[in-house]
């Protein structure tokens, strides 16, 4: 059964950058037609869309985030991360890891973990 | 960026009742790629419908999703008790976009 582990620091500080890992059991990433791909929900907000990569490092990333998003993949520990630079308190949010696949459609979903921007 | 709204944002209605949640793209959704999520609290999304109208396995056939280019509903037939959830729609025909949710309560 596949399992996604989201994994990083729960406060960070205005205009430094936020780094998550996501863990992956059950399945090998580098053996994957999948997307691996992280989603966000403000408290009390909807859910955002915020980029995916591909086992061989193709990147896609949502627009409005684009300029400070960079998420890579490590297939040797069957990881992928998620780092978003300069944050803000807008950036507060449960973060998920997830699969995507070829479609879109998320059929798998970390636990998610909470990361709040506070000094 | 397709924006997706979705309809009412809050529906109250009782067990047994069939419920009807809309939710409208600001464009043509490409492909009708499409998917419905019931999320409850304290839990991640779980996929219901992808491509507009195709159940994943193991979601019951009480729901069902219908809707083409701009348009798309999901339907529960006959409420469950446990079928009270908030539902995102999502559409990755281009850069992903979600709606922002209905929340179906008990009435």
């Known amino acids: 059964q596949l399992q996604l582990q989201e994994s990083g620091p729960g406060l960070v500080k205005p205009s430094e950058t936020l780094s998550l890992t996501c863990s992956v059991s059950?399945?090998?990433?580098?053996?994957?037609?999948?997307?691996w791909s992280w989603i966000r929900q403000p408290p009390g907000k909807g859910l955002e869309w915020i980029g995916s990569v591909f086992h061989i490092g193709g990147t896609y990333y949502n627009p409005s985030l684009k300029s400070r998003v960079t998420i890579s993949v490590d297939t040797s520990n069957n990881q992928f991360s998620l780092d978003l630079s300069s944050v803000t308190a807008a950036d507060t949010a449960l973060y998920y890891c997830?699969?995507?696949?070829?479609?879109?459609?998320?059929?798998?979903w970390g636990q998610g973990t909470l990361v709040t921007v506070s000094s | 960026e397709i924006v997706l709204t979705q309809s009412p944002g809050t529906l109250s209605l009782s067990p047994g009742e069939r419920a009807t949640l809309s939710c409208r793209a600001s464009?043509?959704?490409?492909?009708?790629?499409l998917a419905w999520y019931q999320q409850k609290p304290g839990q991640a999304p779980r996929l219901l419908i992808y491509?507009?109208?195709s159940r994943t396995t193991g979601i019951p056939d009480r729901f069902s999703g219908s809707g083409s280019g701009t348009d798309f509903s999901l339907t529960i037939s006959r409420l469950e008790p446990e079928d009270f959830a908030v539902y995102h729609c999502q559409q990755s025909g281009s850069s992903p976009t979600f709606g922002q949710g209905t929340r179906l309560e008990i009435k």
């Open positions: 059950g399945a090998s990433i580098s053996n994957s037609i999948y997307y």
């Open positions: 491509g507009a109208s």
């Open positions: 997830a699969r995507e696949t070829a479609s879109g459609p998320v059929n798998y």
């Open positions: 464009q043509s959704v490409p492909n009708n790629y």
